[in-house]
């Protein structure tokens, strides 16, 4: 272990948490906070002192734009085979219209990561299992492909890989047989980035989604939700997801 | 008399083994050469011997790390054994074929190898991609001896 | 009650042309079985939106068999009925077979049957599949367990234990197959507690239709006498089970109607469902249950052994249909995420999945049926399980004296 580079990690997660105080106490509430990063060591593992989340606003999702789901299937290297019903989506935007208004909105859906997923409950060998941090997996080496997790989910958010793949991308393994759904783009969390699809919404300027720690008061996400109304999915389930909407 | 036939048999099987079309006409596979050393005195992440016959127990036990814990160290990072061990050539060889590393070694020994059903044989592309290398590393260009000592150990 | 010699069923041709031919089915299941595995599920019906097919209608229907199979032996040790004694052998080892058969036909459609060494050794003890597994490998051990105890004469005063640990593991067993959808909470179809006990009765129904026939079956190719006391017995028995899962149709219907957030269902399964209203009525109600019925009863077809036959046989197909519609039905109703709107997307959501099932689907399946049919057939001739006979005076003693007097 080198030491030196230890010390780097320690003193600027100190630093990084100074300034984050000293900002949060100066700011006038509405104005949204600059998310100060913290970075985790490549070896350490994580912990259940963060909960990673994401906020949704529906209010500003175009209809027609498809820029997350794009940005996803990129990332992650979701070729289709032109076989809409048995290709992989991990994300996809959904059109809401009120049968008795006639008001029309669009949304993205994904895996909301419960905290208290069925899919994790479910699963016979424990290959979907839910990481200290949040975000729900699943474990492919240990998957058998039984698609009881499929059955399960409350937001049909898993695909089941019905064909061999190849090319895939070094850091989404995926392969034929195993079931597969939205991972908050973990290779990139870890490394102290957002998702693809939030970085994505961002980058276009539709600022529709906000990422980050909900266990962190001073993050965005958590600001955000402190001041506005949201609401999740089928709330009555009582899951819990990390992901949240406004707008519904 | 017994001892005699015996060593002409057993000589007699191994030159049998070599017979036309075996690969490179040798009795051991031939394992195409990496990328690049890890040290000086270290071709790979581990002694030679030792990653010969426990590569395995590495790579089952970061799996796990990796997977369940959000570890992502490089010493064992499977992304970093294809990153060294598979050119990043467009005419690489997949791990079909017996001039992939991995599966050189692995189709004399006949085991077979399931990584590769989800896990990338050949490392990606650079061009165009979203570089995503762990902590202070870039992505897929030759990694140099140097660089490598630089990871954080475990 | 009489001693009642067991014999194994005849060999030679005619027996290995019997295996062979059932055989050929089992070998184009293994072929469906791999060339789904080879080429990827793409090349079934079964998509992101109907995740279970036909393989397992057909497999949840054998597992489900299966624990019923063994209701005759459960009557005769745990609840005394000494007629159906002789019986018991038989339905033990139906138990296991169809139990197999359920089994390799999951196993096989899995997106990863090579790694059932990993289903075995790792287990999430909250999800009910794992506790399946478990109940279903014990049910075999423990049915092999209580078919030792009858058919070895000096364990026979352990028949009463083991066939009561029998019968208790295999209620706890479908309990846990009827959870599987009952503990579902993210589909209206299932999400109900009602589901065990339904599966419990449907299993008595399916398992004695099962039985019922391959007891005809086998004893006409056998050449040995059935008669009709003990069938009689059976088909009644049957009637009441065929009338008890009716029962439990109507509970679960009628109360999924008056939970007005379930309408939507509701409304699909009995009414606009198209395939599955169908089959539901027509099938599973229909040819599953009143008709069967009244052929059992009536007592113009209810002395037949032909048009028992036929009730057996009608029964089997409606409980097939029951458990399509329950399992691709319940599959094809699309989840309520929103409730109020009008929901549209790329995949799939808001709109009614269609599946249509594949010939690899449906092979594997039938591949399942013949894996049972022929473990009990060479099970049979192996070992002692079918009584010589079955005539009305070795099964019932007072029947004699009753003809006499009469």
Known sequence: MSDQSNFDQYRRRFLGGSAAAVAGMALVPGVLLHEVGHAKPADKAVSGDVRWGMLIDSNKCAEGCNDCVQACNDEHGLTGFDRPATDAQWIRKATLKDKQTGYTQTLPLLCQHCEKPPCVDVCPTGASFRREDGIVLVDKHICIGCRYCMMACPYKARSFI??????????????????????????????????????????????????????????????????????????????????????? | MIKHSLILLVTGLLLGVV???????????????????????????????????????????????????????????????INCHVSDAPDAPRVSSEQHFCNSCHSYAAVSIDCFQCHADRPEKTAGTHAMPAVGQSRGENVPVLAIEETIHE | MKQLDFREIDGGKPF????????????????????????????????????????????VFL???????????????????????????????????????????????????????VAMTYYNFKSI?????????????????????????????????AGLAAFVWRLILTTGTGSIFGFLVAREAYDTAVLAPMFIIMSFSFGLAIFILVLMGMYKWSNRPLGDTILYRLKNLLGVFIASVLYFVTVYHLTNLYITENHGVERFI???????????????????????LALLYLPATGK????????????????????????????????ELFPGKEVSSSFFDGVVASYTPSLPEVVLGIGGVAIALVATIIGTRVLRFLPVSLADSMVDPHHKAEEAAA
């Open chain 3, 270 to 292: 009995l009414m606009d469902g198209g395939i599955y209203t169908k089959l539901f009525w027509i099938v599973q109600v229909g040819l599953g249950g009143l008709l069967p």
């Open chain 3, 304 to 335: 037949s052994r032909g048009w028992i036959g036929i009730s057996c046989l009608l029964v089997i197909i409606g409980g097939l249909a029951q458990i399509y519609v329950l399992l691709i039905g319940g599959q094809a109703y699309p989840l």
């Open chain 1, 162 to 248: 019905h064909e061999t793949l190849q090319d895939q991308k070094p850091y989404t393994p995926r392969g034929k047989g195993t079931v597969e759904s939205c991972t908050f783009c973990v290779h990139r969390v870890d490394n102290d980035e957002t998702p693809a699809c939030v970085e994505a919404c961002t980058a276009e300027n539709h600022n529709a989604m906000v990422f980050g720690d909900l266990n962190d008061p001073s993050s965005k996400i958590s600001q955000q939700l402190k001041q506005y109304n949201s609401r999740q999915i089928r709330a009555d389930l009582q899951l819990n997801t990390g992901v949240r909407y406004r707008g519904i």
């Open chain 2, 19 to 81: 017979t036309p079309g075996h690969a490179g006409d040798s009795l051991l596979p031939e394992i195409p050469t990496a990328q690049a050393r890890y040290s000086d005195t270290q071709g790979c992440v581990e002694p030679t011997a030792e990653m010969r016959r426990n590569h395995m127990k590495y790579i089952l036990h970061q799996r796990d790390e990796t997977m369940h814990r959000g570890v992502r160290s490089k010493q064992h990072s499977l992304v970093e054994c």
């Open chain 3, 63 to 117: 597992i489900v068999a299966a624990s019923g199979a063994l209701n005759v032996a459960s009557i005769s040790s745990v609840f005394g009925k000494t007629a159906y004694k002789p019986l018991a052998r038989l339905s033990g080892l139906l138990a296991i077979t169809l139990l197999v058969g359920g089994l390799a036909v999951l196993v096989l459609d899995l997106g990863r049957p090579d790694r059932l060494i």
């Open chain 3, 129 to 161: 599949f794992a506790w399946n597994i478990m109940l279903y490998t014990g049910f075999m051990g423990i049915v092999a367990v209580y078919l030792w105890m009858m058919m070895e004469r000096k364990m026979n005063t352990f028949t009463k234990p």
């Open chain 3, 16 to 59: 290995y042309m019997l295996v062979g031919f059932i055989g050929l089915f089992v070998l184009a299941a293994l072929g469906a079985a791999f060339y789904m595995e080879h080429n990827g599920h793409y090349v079934t019906g079964m998509s992101n939106q109907i995740v279970w097919g036909t393989p397992h209608v057909f497999a």
